[in-house]
């Protein structure tokens, strides 16, 4: 069975609004705040919708999606596969970040996107970044992340590296967090397989912070772990405007800077 | 008279080291707390003095200078005059990055600074910040930047227009701050009236912030107020991560990261 193009612009969309919607239900059954949605459009061509809940758990917590499509700058295009006759793209997506009130548990983020150009690939990924690292989240999030990468056949220690790579704070010479995995350019001509992982992995990510959170929102934290927590924010702040490819891309090409922002922790500290 | 290199680098360093400790007993006779003094070595050669004062009144200031050499990288070689022959360059400065805990008085800005590579010259300015712009505080300011400007027959329109122009954030289409001067190569043969200027510009910002400070450190503020402190401390965040060169140059060259980031605001928030 062979899709067409536009049929796997018409799944992955439909997708990514779906996950959205389970992420919104899946997060506000552990708070007693909402999400509060907004839609966007993009003057070149599309949009997206943020939801955003700022809650009494979730201190900040963002799931955007955007469906956007356009052309290239020269200066993209050469980065860019498959723009080699043509500038256009097509894109879709979801991003999330979840910056938690208690220091305990770790800010955690996940983006899955598909890109056609004249090729047509997925990429994403999803890392944790706690303050206060406690083995058992690390490692079942790893090992959870292993097993989804296992199951179709993806090399998740190549991804796990990338991921630790990427997220690295060099003028700091520390990491961001614990990593998690990261990939692009992922297309084996499998797109089934490939299409399987993206949604596995987004339902991964999505039950892996509920569990999470669920195990630790009532742990007992003291001044500070809230110092401590402050202070990996202002981390998380450094990498995203100095090095997060997506963020500085989305703001030198006129991106939604609401949307792109939304990374941002509600709160830190440089102490 | 005409003064070799030499004598310019002892002058000037000697007097960024003798506005430092001006500085710091100006500060600190407005606060109830010490400056703390913090001595860094460049591994390439040199180094410097930071003094970070956590008060009650100035919630965060850091006065450091720096004396430094070596040889450019390629890569910056390029874009520095005087390097045709030889990458080797000095450099002396002072830089001052002042956050109020009243959201009421503006946060303050100040670097002057002496480079020599085959060629040598000076280049600083400084600007306002506030949460809450009043009509006084700015006005105030610009007046003064303004008089010391002319009395070194220097055009104080065209270092305005150029500090407006640098301390504004692209991505949001919005100026940093209220604004003041912003110049660099200032070398036109007169060293005398150059150093004089450099001198007299460090005395104004160092009163300014001074007198500023005393009329306004009682004002009583709302928790809007200080709500409107920490979404502009946001942005400050993000011009400097985002746009400032000096804070890029030094965080890609490996500077000292400490006092690279001292400019960085004790508390922000994306509200």
Redesign the interface.
Known sequence: MSLKLEDKKKLTSEWFQDLQNQMINSFESLDTKKFEKKSWERPGGGGGTMAVMKGDVFE?VGVNISVVHGKFTNEFKKKIPGTESSADFWAAGISVVAHMKNPKIAAAHFNTRFIATEKSWFGGGCDLTPAIPEDEETQSFHSGLEKTCNSSSYDYQKWKKECDEYFYL???KEPRGVGGIFFDYLNEDKFDNEFDFIKNLGLYFKNFVHDNVERKKDSPYSEEDMSKL?HKR?RY??FN??YDRGT?FG?KT?GN?DAI?MS????????
């Open positions: 900040k060099k003028h700091r402050m202002s702040v450094e405007l100095l500085l703001l006129d800077v922002l941002m922790p509600p709160r830190a500290e440089w102490n």
